[in-house]
């Protein structure tokens, strides 16, 4: 079970696979198996308690239940004293060795949960499987003056690592991650605390697992990271991203790259250009604004005023005009007036963005934010949130009807005969809906034949909300 951020997914299909390797046999449903992972979320108090919940339905029964993930690797001890109904916690340096973790747990063997450190101490380490061939596996750390002299942050030999993924999902798009961690100190943010510091994978690495998606019948790439527009700088490359993906579009049987978590003040021209005029790479720009107050923003230990932000996206639409655009900010931050709302309702009417998402902001515990003054009541929090939310919701569907008669490629993802069994109409996603958060796209009157993972042509016709319908004018590959 994954909960969380399509990071997550990543770890749980590596996680897969090491137990798959280590003789388990994967099953469907939590109800057949002897022991069950659950991949949790530590980002927000909304994730932690989605996390533990999913722990405690999944507890009590008779099968093993194993805590992993960012909650576990967090909270560790800490979790496990709270959280008895789980046999075991088991942080990221558990993961090379999880077959054998699962397999004496099942033997009656308890596992003892780690104490919580900061990883922003320590850097990646690759480690190697039995034959010898190393393994870039995320979240597994030694102490930075360990790292070899010869390797950049000792992340991993130039020559690649075969895959080590099992696919827990179907369906034509997966994650491909290109980082872990993140350097960035954002004062409400833990994030950095629990996952290290920004460590790029080696290209070779991400190109191999693009490969192997490809060869899986992936035909989008959705590129993740904590922080994308990072990717390289820990390598010497501040331009590596720049030269990544027209690698991953010309990977073959992949017809869609898509990046995702880009910094504003990182997104540098020569990004911009690659993005929009690279074939196969999406004109798809998730940035990371959070709000538009510069002294508010000044706070968040972030950087950029409306002014700048506007900038951008004129600088992105001036290359190409039918971008998308996403972004999420918080309201409710310490110190947020109603003047700071309203610039942020200001700048959020001027962008005309696809899809945002709003939340409220809540203290995370070992954050600079969570020590703050002028902290807003709950009550005060919520009603920014509707307040922004409610505009927000004006905002996108105005957005979406401005896209009617424009020409979209849709890759699709669901058919009435799908394996789902869900009858439903021919559904996917245009090159500016991401998955999963951004709307999707109806197809109307496809060919009969049509099948999940082809792109098609299209024309919208109408919209509902953030979601498209689109009327099919040939065209398929």
Sequence with gaps: MTLGCARNEVDSEELAARLDQGGFALVEHADD????????????????????????????????????????????????AALPEADAVLGFDAYPDIADRVRDLLAGEPQHAHTPRDRRRLLPVTPVDRAGTALSLPGHRRPREAAPPDLPGGVGPASGPPVVRRRLAGGPVAPVKLASGCDRRCSFC???????????????????????????????LFCVSENTTSYG???????????????????????????????????????????????????????????????LLRRMRRFGDPERFLGLLDDVRRRAPLAGVRSNVIVGFPGETAQDVQVLCDFLVAARLDVVGVFGYSDEEGTEAALLPEKLDEAEIRSRVDQVGRLVEELTSQRAEDRVGETVEVLVEHTPDDATGVDRPVEGRAAHQGPDVDGTCTVLDPPGDLRVGELVTAEVVASDGADLVSQYRGGRR
């Excluded at 999913?54 to 993930?69: M, N, P, S």
Aim: hydrophobic content about 40%; some cysteine.
């Design 33 to 80: 198996a002897e022991a069950v992972l659950v991949n949790t979320c530590g980002f927000v108090e909304s994730a932690k308690k989605d996390s533990v919940d999913t722990v405690l339905d999944v507890a009590g029964g008779d099968q093993t239940v194993i805590a992993v993930g960012c909650l576990a690797e967090r909270y560790g001890n800490q979790l496990a």
């Design 190 to 220: 833990a994030i950095p605390s629990f996952r290290g510091s920004f460590v790029s994978r080696p290209v070779d690495d991400v190109l191999a697992d693009a490969r192997w998606l490809a060869g899986e019948g992936v035909r989008e």
């Design 233 to 295: 700088k820990d390598l010497g490359d501040l331009r590596a991203l720049e030269r990544l993906l027209p690698q991953l579009a010309a990977v073959e049987g992949v017809e869609r790259v898509r990046v995702s978590y880009l910094q504003p003040a990182e997104t540098r021209p020569g990004l911009l250009d690659v993005m929009t005029g690279t074939p196969g790479v999406a004109p798809y720009f998730d940035l990371s604004f959070q709000h538009a107050s510069g002294p």
